[in-house]
């Protein structure tokens, strides 16, 4: 089964699942990097009870396919799956996977960094959290954006 390369859902995923699907009829695949996100119980010093994620459906996945095609254009690699989850998180849950395959290693992290840099910043998805102080919206950092501009690609979110 072949899966899109985009996919945003409030369902969990599966990394093995993902990743076998993912080199699922490639064999001149010889590495898989992949990361994993997950929502963290603190942030910017204080207790996090909950995240809760928003997007603009068509429009969050149209973005996430336009990043995924530059990645395609910048590196060599056979294959890339990007899972992002909508909808209330809790402390340790899993919010994104980027996954990507190459025939080499090096190829298959830089896509992989340069993904999840990529999504941290232009991805339209709005996170608010749950703390003692009630719930705040999520801004994205500068250090974020420094991130991106690794890659020759200037933002300014923070």
Known sequence: ????????????F??????????AGQPGVGAV????????????????????????????EKAIEAMVDEAFRRFDILGARVVHR??????CDQ??????TSAHRGQSFQACEFLMDYLKTQAPFWKKEQTPQGARWVDARVSDDA????????????
């Open 1 to 12: 089964m072949t899966l899109p390369r985009v996919s945003i859902q409030t369902q969990d």
């Open 95 to 100: 919010i994104v996977l980027v996954a990507v």
């Open 86 to 91: 909508v909808g209330l998180l809790q402390p």
């Open 147 to 158: 991130a991106l501009a690794r890659w020759g690609i200037a933002a300014a979110n923070a």
């Open 33 to 60: 990097c992949s990361f994993v996100g997950t929502v963290r119980d603190r942030n910017e010093g204080d207790a996090v009870a909950s995240m809760e994620l928003e997007h603009y459906p068509g429009m969050t």
């Open 14 to 23: 599966d990394l093995s699942a993902e990743v076998a699907a993912l080199r």
